[in-house]
């Protein structure tokens, strides 16, 4: 039985850094590409990045292209988002999912988390 549970999300000021975790039961990540995606109400849940499973490639969506930092922990069946210069309008839920990392759909994703908020507020 797979499970994906996001956490590390929280309220950060604009500016400010926040590292979100990806960890896994009944599954090795080590084995699977890894998204990050985000969903703000109103608009379609939209790809932020992906680690890719053959070697470890990452992508990047346009908007958060060096400030996000994807990575693995295959120690601890673990994927990270590490979230440098938040801004407001990086406020969503985030949730990782297990899968292609194909143009950054969510459509090539298999598993998904619940989903972790991030609030970048003053």
């Known amino acids: 039985q797979v499970q994906l549970v996001e956490s590390g999300g929280g309220l950060v000021q604009p500016g400010g850094s926040l590292r979100l975790s990806c960890t896994a039961s009944?599954?090795?990540?080590?084995?699977?590409?890894v998204g990050w995606f985000r969903q703000v109400s109103g608009k379609e849940r939209e790809g932020v990045s992906c680690i890719q499973r053959s070697d470890n490639s990452t992508y990047y969506a346009d908007s958060v292209r060096g400030r996000f930092t994807i990575s693995r922990d295959n120690v601890n069946n673990a994927v990270y988002m590490q979230m440098n210069s938040l801004k407001s309008e990086d406020t969503a839920v985030y949730y990782c999912?297990?899968?292609?990392?194909?143009?950054?759909?969510?459509?090539?994703?298999?598993?998904w988390g619940k989903g972790t908020l991030v609030a970048v507020s003053s």
């Open positions: 009944g599954f090795n990540l080590a084995n699977a590409g």
């Open positions: 999912a297990t899968g292609l990392c194909y143009y950054l759909s969510r459509y090539g994703m298999e598993h």
